[in-house]
């Protein structure tokens, strides 16, 4: 047995597009660029698109379309990807780490709500410029909560979707009596889903897809992720002075309608080829059957794992549709850092490659070095990260490879109670 924690999703398909491109002369800001930004805009329901060379690229665009700069402060979470706090240390913007909620695995919005009042009773909100929540492993935040702060405190939103692809959102609404208003936050969410308020009063859902809900939403396609273009990334808005702006940024500060050598800011270059859109294009066009293969593999992870000794499968909140990017356990308290790591070995010694997605971005040496953060600093962020362990998960697992990882890991676990 040798199975990979991820593995891409090829077909003919995808070649046939990737060669297509190959017999032409356009490599790169040729027609495949235009109709990827086209077809991923009218998938995810954006005005714009704009593709770019990896998910980090577009996450530095988008602070720097933003105008976020040095000594401004950014609201995130460290339990993630290190490229969705990176993204701020590129333009010296400062990333305030608060702490998750334990069982989504999101940023807590009651924690970014804690910070604002802090710094508006320290007369320092003035700083405070933008939340970048991450909907981490799949699983949107608290979108609600957190819209409704922005909105409060007047900041700005910025989804790293990276790992969310075709993951959705319900907004609750209430309706009746010609008025329409959100429901209050004290209302039990479960409650609220399932009765009728009152007679004139009806609740609807409405959902959304994670990545449109803030200002901008970045998206990324590096192999592992639920499509890809190789490397690639794509950044969405409605707004369109933002998207001239990344797209400027992205081509080495040129403006859309000036001549080739003329540049009207500072740029880079985070041009995409036309090669890895037609890459794109083909994973699009089966973005559904791929999305679909990672529910059911996901579901059947599900129903063997459930109700076992010593850890719990996801949590998937009833607001949210989960799009799959990984299948991460949670290890009960008894198991600490090291037995997790002891049975990931385990597990990588019979051939099933396991990880342990994340280490806290807040005890990464930079980010130690740079702001001095301690163990202790966000105790659940911590707690949770020493005991995650991610199995592997891609859509070509078969069902005998997923029960044999769920059997093996079941005996790791047993062996270690
Ligand atoms: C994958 C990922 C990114 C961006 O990744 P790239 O490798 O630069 O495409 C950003 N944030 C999160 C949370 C990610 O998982």
Redesign the pocket.
């Known amino acids: 047995m040798n199975i990979p924690l991820s593995s891409p999703d090829i077909t003919e398909l995808e070649i046939k597009y990737v060669t297509d491109v190959l017999k032409t002369p356009y490599l790169s800001l040729g027609p495949k660029l235009n109709e990827f930004e086209e077809k991923f805009a009218e998938y995810i329901g954006a005005k714009h698109a704009i593709a770019v060379n990896?998910?980090?690229?577009?996450?530095h665009l988008c602070i720097k379309a933003l105008g976020i700069s040095e000594g401004d402060e950014v609201i995130t979470t460290s339990f993630?990807?290190?490229?969705?706090a990176s993204?701020l240390l590129y333009e010296r913007a400062k990333p305030i780490f608060v702490d998750i909620d334990k069982s989504t695995l999101n940023i807590c919005p009651d924690k970014i709500e804690e910070f604002i009042e802090k710094s508006i009773s320290q007369n320092r909100q003035h700083k405070i410029k933008a939340i970048l929540p991450?909907h981490?492993f799949g699983h949107p935040c608290d979108m609600q909560k957190i819209m409704g702060i922005a909105n409060r405190y007047n900041l700005l939103v910025i989804e790293?979707a990276?790992?969310a692809l075709g993951a959705e959102y319900g907004f609750r609404e209430t309706q009746g009596n010609g008025m329409r208003y959100t429901i209050p936050e004290f209302v039990n969410k479960k409650t609220a889903l399932n009765s009728t308020l009152s007679n004139h009063t009806r609740e609807t859902i409405k959902w959304k897809k994670a990545g449109t809900i803030g200002k901008v939403g970045?998206f990324?396609?590096?192999p592992?992720?639920q499509m890809t273009t190789g490397?690639?990334?794509i950044i969405v808005t409605n707004d369109k002075r933002i998207s001239d702006t990344c797209k400027s940024l992205r081509n080495q500060g040129r403006s859309s309608n000036s001549r080739w050598l003329k540049h009207v800011r500072l740029g880079y270059n985070y041009r995409i080829s036309d090669i890895n859109c037609a890459l794109g294009l083909a994973q699009l066009q089966r973005l559904e059957e791929i999305l679909q293969k990672r529910e059911r593999i996901a579901n059947l992870y599900n129903q063997i794992l459930k109700n076992c000794k010593g850890f719990r499968i996801p949590y998937v909140d009833p607001s949210v549709r989960m799009s799959w990017?990984v299948y991460v356990l949670h290890l009960d308290e008894e198991f600490g850092e090291k037995e997790r790591d002891s049975i990931i070995n385990a597990l990588k010694r019979k051939g099933i490659a396991c990880s342990n997605y994340f280490p806290p971005i807040h005890l990464q040496p930079i980010f130690v070095n740079l702001f001095g953060y301690r163990n202790g600093a966000l105790p659940i962020t911590e707690k949770i990260a020493e005991r995650t362990l991610a199995l592997p998960f891609h859509n070509n697992l078969t069902e005998q490879e997923v029960w044999f990882i769920a059997e093996t890991l079941k005996g790791e676990i047993n062996r270690r109670i």
């Open positions: 990896s998910g980090t690229s577009g996450l993630s990807f290190i490229a969705s993204c991450v981490v790293d990276c790992e970045v990324a396609f590096y592992n992720k490397e690639g990334g990017f």
